[in-house]
């Protein structure tokens, strides 16, 4: 599995390969194919909004985006499968943690974790899509947490 995180954010005071290692362990607990590529970038608020009002019409920031590719098919046996981008606004995150009375670690792992389900064909438009990807993000976080100890 490959896995790319890149940001813009300068100086970024984030790890990233810890990022790295999260969405490389939740494409394994969805089994996700050894091939599959996937890239997460974590951008500033300015640049989200962008995004958010450009391709869902929604104006202002938003915590995470997921991007699917049109067709995520190698194109030969020796390319990766791309699966799609996960952009998340660190700056919003930690506005929500505070919010939310959590940790800004917690609540980058979990848009992590919800950007990656999204790729691996997750939603949350009904009520009971809604449950099933939340349980599936406390699954991977508390496997994650128990991998750690």
Excluded: K
């Excluded at 954010?9 to 984030?14: A, Y």
């Excluded at 194919?33 to 450009?54: F, K, Q, R, W």
């Excluded at 939310?100 to 389900?117: F, R, S």
């Amino acid at each position: 599995m490959l896995v790319r995180v890149s940001s813009n954010r300068d100086p970024e005071p984030l790890a990233l390969d810890a990022f790295e290692r999260l969405a490389v362990f939740a494409l394994r607990m969805e089994e996700a194919p050894d091939a599959v590529e996937l890239s997460v970038a974590l951008v500033g608020e300015a640049e989200i909004a962008h995004l958010n009002s450009t391709y869902r019409g929604v104006e202002g920031p938003t915590d995470v985006l997921s991007f699917e590719c049109d067709e995520p098919e190698p194109v030969d046996s020796d390319e990766p499968i791309a699966i799609g981008d996960v952009v998340i606004a660190p700056d919003v995150a930690l506005r929500q943690a505070s919010e939310l009375g959590t940790t800004v670690e917690a609540e980058l792992d979990l848009l992590l974790v919800h950007g990656v389900l999204h790729l691996l064909g997750y939603d949350h438009e009904l009520d009971e899509d809604a449950a099933a990807m939340q349980a599936r993000e406390r699954a991977v976080l508390a496997a994650w947490a128990n991998a750690a100890r």
